[in-house]
C-alpha cells in the first residue's frame, strides 16, 4: 500500500535555553522535530502516519542500542542474539506471548496498524541512516517488523508487570506509583490540578521517554514506556490523566490433579494439549537447542508436574486483548471528560488506575484492567487452588461501569499510591466500593498511602507550589507514627546505647532529608522489627481510622530487642549512632553523583525511593520516583516536569542523567508546551520533506 514516510534533513540549531528572540522561523508545510536542552522532542506533523514515523525517529536518536535489545528479548531470543536471558525466552515462549504477537497485530484496525507500521518506518529509517551508533549484536534484530512493538508490549505488560510478579522468581523491583488529582474545592486559584507520578526501576525495558505530539487534531505531552508508540501517561490543553499501578488479581495458580498426560476436571480426564518449543539456547553455538514440552489446559499453562499434581499459571486470555494503543491515542485525543470516558470505558488495559483532570472542573479515579469474575472470595484466591471443577475457571471481566470508580468527591481530592480504591479520598466515597469489596481486592491502606492522603487532606487550599512541595515531601509516616512509641520504651531499658538511640528519634521530625543524622538509625531499627515475624502492631490497620492505623508495639520486648540490633549494627559499621543520610545514600546516573533523599515506601514515604546496596555499604537509587509532573488547567495549561534519570540512554545524546541535579534538588523544570517555549529552548531542530514510497504491510 502507499503511504507517506519520511526523509531527514537536518537543521543544526543550537541555542541556549535564554529568554532570547530566536530566528527559526516555522514552516507548517514541513514535518518538524524540535529538540529541547533536555533532548525531550516536540513532534509537529501534519498527519498521524508522519507523526508516528517521527515518533519511531526520535526514540531512536535516544535510545536505538536499548530498544533493538529490548525488541529481541521480546521476541523471545535473547540467548540466540545476545548470549543471555534463556530463562526468560522459556517463558515467554511457553506463554505464547512471543506466537501471539502476530496474532493480536492481525486482529488491528487499519487505524492502529497505520500506527504501529509508521513508528517501525522511524525506527528502521535511523536504525539506515546510523548503523555506525548501533551495537554489533543489536544489529541482528535489524529490520524491526510491527509484531516486535506488540510483543514488546506483551512482554511488558503481561509477563514483567503481572505474571513475573507472581512467580517464584520474582523480580525485586515492584511497579508503584503516586498519582493525585484536585478540583477547584480544593485550590486556591480554583484550577484543577494533577500530579503524575509513576514509580519504576530506573534501566532497561521500565524507562519512560518524554515526548510532545502536535498535529491539527492534538497537542498532547507526557510519557510512554521505551519502545511504545503511544503516550501512556499525558495531558493536553484541556485535560490530562496518570496510572498507578494496582492490586489486580488476574493472575492465578491452580493446582489439578494428572495422570498419563490427562487432567482431571469435572470427573473427567481431559488430555493436555501439548506441543513442543525449540529455544536456541546459545549465541555461541547454533546447535545448542533447549526442547520445551508445553502442557495446556482449560486452566491455563502447566508449570510444573509432580507425583500426578501440576501447577497451573492463568492469566487474562490474549485473545480479549483490546486496541490498547488506539485507546491511549483516544485518551489524549479526548477533549472533554464525556470523550474521555468513552476511552477508558473499552478498558483495554490489563492493569492500572487511572486519575483524571480537566480544565471542566472534573477529577476521576477508576480501578481498571482486566479483572476476573471469580468463583469466592478475594482471600480464596491469594495462594494457589486446588480445583477440579471447570466452575473455578474465570473467564469474563468486570466492565468499566462494574468496576471501583470516584468522581468528583465532595473532599474535592483523590489520591492513589498503590492502594485500593477504598480509600481514594477520605472519608471513602465512591461507585462500587461496597459491592466489590470482598470480591476482587484486598481492603488495606499503608503508610506511603496514608502520607499521601495526608498531605491533601491537611490543607485546606492547595496552590501549584504547594502540589510541587508536597510531592517532594521526604518525611516517613510510620517514624511520626511510632515516635512516641519509641519514646516509651526508655521506662523498661537501662542500657546507655538503647537510650541513646531513643534520644536520638525522639528529637527526630521523621525527615527522610539529605542531612538528616537519624534516619539511617531509623531504617535500622525499622529492618529489625519487621524481620521479627512475632512482630505485631498494638493496633492493627482499620478503615474505621485509615490514617492512624496501625499504630504501637503489641510487644514492646520485641521492638526493644530491634533496637538494640540496630544500635549494635551502626557502631560496628559506621562507628557511631549518627550519619547524614545523604552520605550514604546517593542519586547516581551516568556522570553524575548527588546526595540523596527520599526513601522506602515500608516507612511510608512519598517520595519514594528504592536502593541498592553496594559493597562499601553505601546505597545507590534505582527504582523509584522516575517521572514526575504536576500539571494546572486553567485558560492555559502551567505544567513542570522532571524525568529523573534523563531522557537518554546514548551516551552520545548528553542527556544521560543530566536532569538528576535538579531531582536532588526537589526542583522541576518548565514543561516547553507552546512553539515559544520550545523556541527558547531549543537544541536542535530536524525537519522533514515527505515523498510517496512503498511500505510493506506487514
Known amino acids: 500500500m502507499k503511504v507517506y514516510i519520511l526523509l531527514f534533513l537536518l537543521n543544526g540549531l543550537l541555542l541556549s535555553c535564554k529568554k532570547e528572540k530566536s530566528n527559526v522561523s516555522i514552516e507548517q508545510s514541513q514535518e518538524t522535530i524540535r529538540w529541547d536542552n533536555w533532548g525531550i522532542p516536540h513532534i509537529y506533523a501534519k498527519t498521524d502516519t508522519a507523526l508516528y514515523t517521527m515518533a519511531g525517529w526520535s526514540q531512536m536518536t535516544n535510545h536505538a542500542n536499548l530498544i533493538l535489545k529490548l525488541y529481541g528479548e521480546s521476541r523471545g531470543k535473547s540467548s540466540e542474539y545476545f548470549g543471555t536471558g534463556l530463562e526468560r525466552d522459556t517463558y515467554l515462549n511457553l506463554f505464547g506471548l512471543t506466537e501471539y504477537s502476530e496474532t ?24 539506515e541512516k546510523n548503523k555506525s551508533r548501533l551495537n554489533k549484536d543489536n544489529l541482528q534484530v535489524l529490520p524491526v517488523v510491527p509484531t516486535d512493538v506488540v510483543a514488546h508490549y506483551l512482554r511488558l505488560f503481561y509477563f514483567e508487570f503481572l505474571i513475573n510478579r507472581n512467580l517464584s522468581v520474582e523480580k525485586k523491583w515492584v511497579p508503584g506509583s503516586n498519582g493525585w488529582v484536585v478540583n477547584s474545592r480544593k485550590t486556591t486559584k480554583g484550577s484543577p490540578l494533577l500530579l503524575a507520578n509513576p514509580h519504576l526501576p530506573w534501566f532497561d525495558f521500565w524507562m519512560f521517554f518524554e515526548c510532545q505530539y502536535i498535529t491539527p487534531k492534538q497537542n498532547l505531552y507526557g510519557v510512554t514506556l521505551v519502545g511504545l508508540p503511544t503516550i501512556g501517561i499525558g495531558f493536553n490543553e484541556n485535560l490530562g490523566w496518570t496510572h498507578t499501578v494496582n492490586p489486580v488479581d488476574n493472575v492465578d495458580f491452580y493446582e489439578i490433579q494428572t495422570k498419563d498426560n490427562t487432567y482431571l476436571v469435572d470427573a473427567v480426564y481431559k488430555p493436555f494439549i501439548t506441543d513442543t518449543l525449540l529455544i536456541k539456547a546459545s549465541k555461541k553455538d547454533s546447535n545448542s537447542i533447549k526442547e520445551v514440552i508445553r502442557n495446556q489446559t482449560d486452566y491455563g499453562v502447566v508449570l510444573r508436574e509432580v507425583d500426578n499434581k501440576a501447577l497451573v499459571l492463568k492469566f487474562p486470555d490474549l485473545s480479549t486483548i483490546s486496541s490498547v494503543f488506539l485507546q491511549w491515542k ?42 476476573p469474575k471469580k468463583k469466592g472470595s478475594f482471600k480464596k484466591w491469594e495462594n494457589s487452588v486446588p480445583s477440579q471443577e471447570s466452575s473455578d475457571i474465570w473467564s469474563t471481566y468486570y466492565s468499566y461501569d462494574e468496576l471501583p470508580k470516584n468522581i468528583n468527591p465532595t473532599t474535592g481530592w483523590l489520591q492513589n499510591a498503590n492502594d485500593g480504591p477504598f480509600t481514594a479520598t477520605i472519608p471513602t466515597e465512591g461507585e462500587g466500593t461496597i459491592m466489590n469489596i470482598n470480591k476482587i481486592l484486598p481492603n488495606t491502606m499503608g503508610f506511603r498511602a496514608q502520607r499521601s492522603a495526608l498531605l491533601l487532606s491537611d490543607t485546606a487550599k492547595i496552590s501549584f507550589d504547594d502540589f510541587t512541595r508536597f510531592k517532594f515531601d521526604t518525611k516517613s509516616q510510620l517514624a511520626m507514627r511510632l515516635q512516641d512509641d519509641i519514646v516509651a520504651l526508655k521506662s523498661i531499658s537501662s542500657d546507655s546505647l538503647q537510650l541513646a538511640a531513643i534520644n536520638i528519634l525522639e528529637n527526630w521530625d521523621g525527615d527522610f532529608r539529605a542531612e538528616s543524622t537519624q534516619a539511617v538509625l531509623f531504617l535500622q531499627f525499622v529492618d529489625q522489627l519487621y524481620k521479627n515475624v512475632n512482630f505485631r502492631h498494638a493496633i492493627p490497620w482499620s478503615i474505621k481510622k485509615p490514617l492512624t492505623t496501625p499504630d504501637g508495639f503489641l510487644d514492646p520486648e520485641i521492638a526493644l530487642v530491634a533496637l538494640q540490633k540496630a544500635t549494635k549494627h551502626m557502631m560496628s559499621i559506621y562507628g557511631s549512632l549518627e550519619i547524614k543520610y545523604g552520605k550514604l545514600y546517593k542519586f547516581a546516573i551516568g556522570e553524575y553523583e548527588f546526595p540523596a533523599n527520599g526513601g522506602s515506601d515500608d516507612v511510608g514515604i512519598f517520595r519514594t525511593i528504592t536502593f541498592m546496596k553496594q559493597n562499601d555499604h553505601k546505597y545507590l537509587a534505582v527504582h523509584g520516583d522516575s517521572y514526575i509532573s504536576v500539571v494546572q488547567f486553567g485558560d492555559t495549561v ?37 512553539k515559544q517555549q520550545q523556541l527558547q529552548c531549543l537544541k536542535k531542530e530536524e525537519t522533514f520533506r515527505s515523498i510517496k514510497l512503498d511500505i510493506l504491510n506487514q
Do not use: C, W
Not at 493480536?104 to 536504525?127: C, D, P, Q, T, W
Not at 474521555?340 to 481498571?368: C, E, H, M, R, V
Open 330 to 371: 483516544a485518551m489524549g485525543s479526548a477533549k472533554n471528560f464525556t470523550e474521555f470516558k468513552t476511552s477508558i470505558s473499552k478498558n483495554s488495559l490489563p492493569l492500572f488506575n487511572t486519575l483524571y483532570a480537566d480544565k471542566q472542573d472534573t477529577i476521576l479515579y477508576y480501578f481498571g484492567g482486566k479483572i
Open 104 to 127: 493480536i497485530y492481525n486482529k488491528f484496525s487499519e487505524e492502529e496498524r497505520m500506527m504501529v507500521n509508521a513508528f517501525v518506518e522511524g525506527i528502521n529509517l535511523y536504525a
Open 638 to 674: 502551567k505544567a513542570k516536569a522532571i524525568l529523573s534519570y534523563g531522557n537518554a540512554t546514548e551516551k552520545s545524546s548528553g542527556h544521560v542523567g543530566d536532569q538528576l541535579e535538579l531531582f536532588s534538588k526537589k526542583q522541576l523544570r518548565t514543561v516547553l508546551f507552546s
